[in-house]
């Protein structure tokens, strides 16, 4: 079992930029994929953004440009640089952990993007 837990969340200006941190504890070996997804308010879940263990990088069109993802396998963490952020940008960041068709998610991280 896997443990996620996301930090970096918050209230932002349009404009502005915020760092996502996810940390994973537990069954961790090599060959994992983890990343950040989101949901607004009434919407489904998304894709933002993941990245596998060869370092190959997933990012949704609507972010690009924008937001950039990296990880640390030392530390098996995976964080998440938001700039350039827009209202729309606005809803619950999870983290995302998967390896051999297993998935975990964290419980998730607020992002709120207003003036």
């Known amino acids: 079992q896997v443990h996620l837990v996301e930090s970096g969340g918050g209230l932002v200006q349009p404009g502005g930029s915020l760092r996502l941190s996810c940390a994973a504890s537990?069954?961790?070996?090599?060959?994992?994929?983890m990343g950040w997804y989101r949901q607004a308010p009434g919407k489904q879940r998304e894709l933002v953004a993941i990245i596998d263990s060869a370092g190959s990088t997933n990012i949704a069109d609507f972010v690009k440009g924008r937001f950039a993802i990296s990880r640390d396998d030392a530390e098996s963490t995976v964080d998440l640089q938001i700039d350039s952020l827009k209202p729309e940008d606005s809803g619950v960041y999870y983290c995302?952990?998967?390896?051999?068709?297993?998935?975990?998610w964290g419980t998730g991280t607020l992002v709120t993007v207003s003036s």
């Open positions: 537990g069954d961790i070996a090599d060959g994992y994929t």
């Open positions: 995302y952990f998967a390896r051999r068709g297993l998935t975990s």
